[in-house]
């Protein structure tokens, strides 16, 4: 079974910061279904890997939720990777419901890592990657930042997935195929 890896900053790279009613945050998520919903079709992609992160991950969980409900996509499977337990324990009330929601719906969820820890997310990075065949990421396909999302893209093209970029500022798509061996 083909799967797909989701991978992204945190609200606070956008110039929208955390308001998802702003119209680039909803066009991103367009772009973001968009891209899921050609991978299913076209590259049978049935599995997505989130990491669970405030931002991206979330959006994302959200969207394969609904786009699960759709005639057609019932046999999708969502996978939140987490870092560490109680990773979400300084977050807000509202964006800790919503992962909740996501891991009570998913059809599966694991924690790779222990403890708040620079090698949890490298090895959360590593198995969303390991696991999948394609990447869709927000974000420029230069931009090279210490971020997570940033070292996760950086596995995959080391890895040799398709990556699907989602410009953070346009919402514009480039899609970088694996190559073929």
Not at 31 to 50: D, N
Not at 65 to 84: A, T
Not at 85 to 102: G, M, T
């Amino acid at each position: 079974m083909e799967s797909c890896a989701v991978a992204g900053p945190k609200p606070t790279r956008f110039k929208f910061g955390y308001k998802e009613d702003n119209s680039l945050c909803r066009k991103i998520k367009k772009a973001m279904l968009r891209q899921f919903r050609r991978l299913y079709r076209k590259k049978g992609v049935q599995r997505f890997y989130i990491g669970g992160a405030i931002g991206v991950n979330l959006w994302a969980g959200e969207l394969l939720l609904k786009l699960k409900d759709e005639p057609g996509y019932e046999d999708l499977e969502l996978v939140v990777v987490l870092p560490f337990p109680n990773h979400d324990a300084k977050w807000d009330a509202r964006s800790r419901k919503r992962l909740e929601y996501l891991i009570r719906h998913s059809t599966e969820h694991l924690t790779v890592g222990t403890g708040d820890c620079r090698e949890s997310y490298i090895s959360q990075n590593r198995y969303l990657v390991d696991h999948t065949q394609y990447l869709v990421t927000v974000s420029e396909e230069c931009e090279e930042q210490e971020t997570n999302s940033f070292q996760a893209t950086a596995y995959a093209q080391k890895r040799g997935l398709e990556i699907i970029y989602i410009s953070p500022d346009t919402a514009e798509i480039k899609v970088v195929s694996r190559p073929t061996p």
